[in-house]
C-alpha cells in the first residue's frame, strides 16, 4: 500500500500540473531520459514488491519437514483416505445426513495440532478438488496426476471442506470432514489402533 499510495499521489500531483501548465520545455517534450526514467520506475517498483513477496512465498511453502503424511482419493460421490505413515490406514468417507446439510461425512481425518501434515490429492476417476476453506487448503485431484500440500494448523477443531469441482450433477457435494487435536489425544488414537 506504501508504494501504491506514492505511484497514485505522484500520478495525481503530475496530471493536476498538467491541467494548469502547458509544457512548453523543450528538454521536457523531447527528452528520452525523462521517458526512460517514467518506464523504468514503474519497473524498479514492481520488483521492489515482487521480492519481499517472493520471499515470504518461499518461507511459507517450507514448513519443515512433515511428520504426517495422508493420501486422498477422489471418487464419483465419496473419498478415500490412508495415512501412509501409520501402517497404512485405510478408510472411505460417504455423506451422512446431519444438522449441517451436505458437509457432514461419517468417517473425519485426524491430524495433530502444531505439526506439519502431507497431504497427497489424486482422483480415481473425474476431476475433484479437495478444498478445506477454514484452514486455507485446496488442491485439485486430477486421474493420474498426484498433488501434494503441506499446511501447518495451529489450533485445534472440526474443519469442514467440500468437493470445489462441478463434474456432474449434485458432484461438489461431496464433504470434507477434518479434526486437528492436539498431540497427546493424537498419540492415544494411535495407541488405540494398535
Not at 506514492?6 to 500540473?17: C, E
Not at 501548465?21 to 514488491?49: D, M, Y
Not at 505439526?115 to 476453506?133: E, G, K, N
Request: contains cysteine; aromatic residues 12%.
Amino acid at each position: 500500500m506504501i508504494f501504491v499510495s506514492r505511484i497514485a499521489a505522484g500520478i495525481l500531483w503530475y496530471l493536476v500540473i498538467l491541467s494548469s501548465k502547458q509544457p512548453s520545455h523543450r528538454r521536457l517534450i523531447e527528452a528520452q531520459g525523462v521517458e526512460f526514467g517514467w518506464t523504468a520506475l514503474p519497473c524498479l517498483v514492481l520488483v521492489a514488491i515482487a521480492l519481499p513477496s517472493l520471499r515470504l512465498l518461499y518461507i511459507v511453502d517450507e514448513s519443515g519437514t512433515p511428520e504426517l503424511t495422508i493420501k486422498t482419493v477422489g471418487h464419483q460421490w465419496y473419498w478415500s483416505y490412508e495415512y501412509r505413515d501409520l501402517n497404512e490406514i485405510e478408510f472411505d468417507s460417504y455423506i451422512t445426513s446431519s444438522p449441517y446439510r451436505l458437509l457432514d461425512c461419517d468417517h473425519r481425518i485426524l491430524f495433530p495440532a502444531q505439526t506439519p501434515i502431507r497431504v497427497l490429492v489424486t482422483a480415481a476417476d473425474v476431476l475433484h478438488s479437495w478444498t478445506v476453506p477454514t484452514i486455507g487448503i485446496k488442491a485439485d485431484a486430477v486421474p493420474g496426476r498426484l498433488n501434494q500440500l503441506t499446511f501447518f494448523s495451529d489450533r485445534s477443531g472440526i474443519f469442514f471442506g467440500q468437493c470445489r469441482e462441478i463434474c456432474g450433477r449434485n458432484h461438489r457435494f461431496i464433504p470434507i470432514r477434518v479434526e486437528c487435536i492436539p498431540s497427546g489425544k493424537f498419540g492415544e488414537f494411535l495407541i488405540s489402533l494398535v
